[in-house]
């Protein structure tokens, strides 16, 4: 299972919980083809195709399930220092301990990429930052320069603005005829009493 939308293919739309290793149940919403390279312990690398990967988009890491590795017929013969993972006596991944789990050894190179994907990877950064980051930045993907208006739906949602009329349409007649009131939160942090929420009132 994986939240990297990139890396899958083919997805077509599904709703199901499923369950993770501590237990926790989290929403797929749909189901494809995931793609990636691994760096092999001798330098060299294998391009994998993993089908019917499950797209996760609250969960944080990608996870490969070992029993559908072992239903592949691969096996893993390995040790404290890492895992190899051999199909038919060829290896085609490796694996290194962190935290407990295993992680993939991915190759450093990452290829060319496009200026929307990056943009979005980068949460959201202008595509005129690029130029900027790359030279603080080791490892950047070479990026295709911008041409034309650089057009992002989600960034035009976020600016969108509503012009509320400041026309006076009633006129109170006394104290508290007309009253305006709105409620804000819930809050992360409730207050000492217990509170998540307050009101405010307008006379």
Known sequence: MTADTSRITGLRSMNVMVTIGNGEQLQATAIGTASFTALL???STHYISLHNTLLVPAHRFSLLSWRRM???RASKPGDALGTTITV???????TMPYSGLEIIHMPS?????SVMQLHRKLAYLPPSAFTTLRTHTNGLPAVPAVKGTFDCNACSKGKYTRTIPKVQTTVSPAPYHTVHSDICGP???PTQGGSKYFISTID
């Open 41 to 43: 312990s001798d330098g």
């Open 70 to 72: 072992a239903e592949a």
């Open 88 to 94: 038919n006596t060829n290896t085609v991944l490796k």
């Open 109 to 113: 190179a990452i290829g060319t990429v």
């Open 187 to 189: 809050f992360s942090v």
